[in-house]
């Protein structure tokens, strides 16, 4: 538990191993360690040649700084530039990025290296899992929910016509760097999304990293030691699940917290920016928690916790809080029935008895949450 | 060692088991398996739905032989086809199965049934590896081809326009059935084509095989149980070594054989029907063991045999043997230095001492390779 620090004290690093045998890698956290990535790479992939894959955006603020890192490494390297945000997750950018990839003639052991959020980490993660049955990743993920959720644990994909990350694959990066530092310059909006992820690990088994969040958050929003910290703490949590189930086949699914109600409202919304992702699972997860204190499982006044935390970090809590016209019960459940299988009118969720206490509920009637969103709606 | 059987005489059959772990799958060889391929796919993956991925030729020979045996064993199945051919393997064709695939709303305990030859086999690999970050996955070979060599290992893909197969994944099935009665619609010159695989299982380090196919290439073309032997020889020779270097580190690289000649012929061809995969292999193991000999590594006797074996089978075993215009030299030093790398003018490849004993040659000049072209060309 660390004393807030200000943002120009030179900021502490951490490194985070995922341990998947032969296919284990490191995760280095620290204030400005992009500078580094390129000695880090070349220590790890000797001769590999690079392609960076990242967003207009992200090109504009920290290309530059990942450039001379590699070329002083003696990384020669290209750039492929995507169009920021979510649309770029498609066949067709897919497509055009692996034959760049293949017109550069990089071989399986060259790196493909993904510099900006989960929507270039995903896409880049595909095309070097896929360009010569397998090439090296190197993750650089530059916005919080990248840094503590996607640039981990190895799910790569892209989004298909029929839903999103219908189509992808595991593929597991040999290294990645998270600049905490390159933070800095993340809207702050997206800072807030990112920062529901990091308290789901607390939600999820950790009360302590909860309790430490709910004194320190401002500190974590303002950069250096603190920040660090919680990144670190975030991916720690999720390298354990994903070496627990490196394949989503039981224990991962708690990672799911507040996605399921999230999701659905991600759905409602269309995916636009009317709700981030974050967003979504921020509200999610105050309704697992109070749909678990209805149910009798949580105590109210911990779901009432888990609201003004995420509150307080600027995160809506509730329906009502998405900007816009008012979604429908109806809807809601059937895109929730769409994202799981609703087995004889019964369906699985993660929910609480408590903070740090989540768990994996089967047989929730699919009546009580039609029911609790009635309710919800009228918030 | 088994004496030559009439076609007629019921075939035993035959188990091979891919030992990779918790990813470890068997391949069920013999006649008449088709019958019996729902029930072992309800007995492994009970309760899953079924997608078939199959050709057009493929569908009016086989198809309803197999869905009558996925409806005996329960199982609920779809039907994709695609035409027949190479050009098949393709982005659109992947793209349009993934969504096919995605609108049957099928899960990841679902599973992608591929019936036909390699190109099937590929393609529907690289979807089940890809839709939902990974399907369940049923190989049904029908060429010789694709039940002893592209079957089993685990490599799926698609070509791109820069190469062959150059988009794709390591998935491995959970299981094969290999009928090889399936294999007597085939036109024979594809068969001998995919013979040309087996012949290399022999050639690479098992010269008891290669002398037994010696005496019995007439009963392996027949078909019945000396089918089934050589068929479950070569799918034993390949899993071993598959086991030993799934992601093709370090000995999977014997199994190019014939390989890189082989590559360069099919590539000067157009991939055209020209010369058939199997066809160029042919050739260029001859090749192999020619260049071997002159090198004064393999005694000539043993290049003779072989090249007399595959001549026996049907098989084209000199450049010259291939229908239309000549060759240039420099043409085939380009394709060969594309398809390796060319570390300061030597190049690896896999050679041998004799039957038997092939074996990975790295700083092969490629001045050498080129003077043996030359003279290769004028035979
Ligand atoms: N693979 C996984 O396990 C996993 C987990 C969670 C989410 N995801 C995926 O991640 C994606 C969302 O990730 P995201 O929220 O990072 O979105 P994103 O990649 O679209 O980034 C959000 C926005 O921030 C901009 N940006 C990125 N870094 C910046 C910086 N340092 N400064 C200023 N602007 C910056 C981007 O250009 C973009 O406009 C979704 O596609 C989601 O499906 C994947
Ligand atoms: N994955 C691997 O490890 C691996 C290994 C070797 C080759 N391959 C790939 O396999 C492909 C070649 O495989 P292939 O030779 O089986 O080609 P193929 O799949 O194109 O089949 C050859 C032809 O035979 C027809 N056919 C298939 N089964 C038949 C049957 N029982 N009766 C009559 N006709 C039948 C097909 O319709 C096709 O026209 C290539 O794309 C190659 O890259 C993959
Ligand atoms: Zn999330
Ligand atoms: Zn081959």
Redesign the interface.
Not at 129 to 134: M, P, Q
Not at 166 to 170: E, I, K, N, S, W
């Given at each position: 538990m660390t004393a807030p620090l200000a943002a120009n004290v030179a900021a502490a690093e951490d490194t985070v191993t995922v341990a998947l045998g032969e296919r284990a890698y490191d995760i280095l956290i620290g204030d400005g360690l992009i500078h580094g990535a390129g000695a880090e790479i070349a220590a790890r992939l000797p001769g590999a040649r690079a392609v960076v894959v990242t967003d207009e955006t992200v090109a504009g603020l920290h290309l530059a700084a990942l450039r001379e890192s590699l070329a002083g490494a003696g990384i020669e390297n290209e750039v492929l530039t995507v169009a920021a945000g979510e649309a770029s997750k498609s066949?067709s950018v897919y497509?055009d990025l692996?034959?760049h990839v293949?017109?550069a003639r990089l071989?399986r052991g060259d790196v493909v290296v993904a510099l900006g959020g989960g929507v270039v980490g995903d896409l880049a993660g595909f095309v070097a899992?896929?360009?010569?049955?397998?090439m090296k990743f190197v993750q650089v993920p530059t916005t919080l929910l990248a840094q503590v959720d996607s640039s981990v644990g190895g799910?790569?994909?892209i989004n298909?016509?029929?839903?999103k990350n219908?189509?992808?694959?595991?593929y597991q990066p040999a290294l990645v760097v998270a600049d905490t530092a390159s933070l800095s310059t993340l809207p702050p909006r997206q800072f807030a999304s990112g920062y529901a992820e990091v308290v789901k690990y607390g939600l999820i088994d950790d009360p302590k990293f909860f309790g430490w969040l709910e004194r320190d958050r401002e500190a974590v929003f303002a950069g250096g030691q603190a920040r660090v910290s919680a990144i670190a703490t975030s991916c720690k949590a999720k390298a354990r699940v994903v070496a627990a189930d490196e394949?989503e086949g039981g224990v991962r699914a708690l990672l799911n917290l507040g996605h399921t109600f999230g999701h659905a409202l991600e759905g409602a919304t269309g995916f636009s920016d009317r709700l981030f992702h974050g967003e979504g699972v921020a509200i999610g997860m105050c309704q697992a928690f109070r749909f678990s204190a209805r149910m009798g499982l949580c105590p109210p006044a911990d779901a009432e916790r888990v609201e003004s935390h995420l509150k307080a970090a600027g995160l809506p809590t509730r329906i009502a809080d998405i900007p816009g016209d008012v979604l429908a019960v109806e809807r809601l459940m059937n895109l929730i029935a769409q994202d799981k299988?609703v087995t004889r009118g019964t369906l699985t969720f993660v929910l609480a008895r408590g903070i740090g206490k989540s768990f994996i509920a089967r047989d929730i009637a699919a009546d009580d949450i039609s029911a609790f969103l009635v309710d919800e709606l009228k918030k």
């Open positions: 066949f497509q692996v034959g293949l017109e071989e899992a896929t360009v010569r049955r397998g799910k790569t994909g298909a016509p029929q839903g219908l189509v992808g694959a595991f394949r299988k």
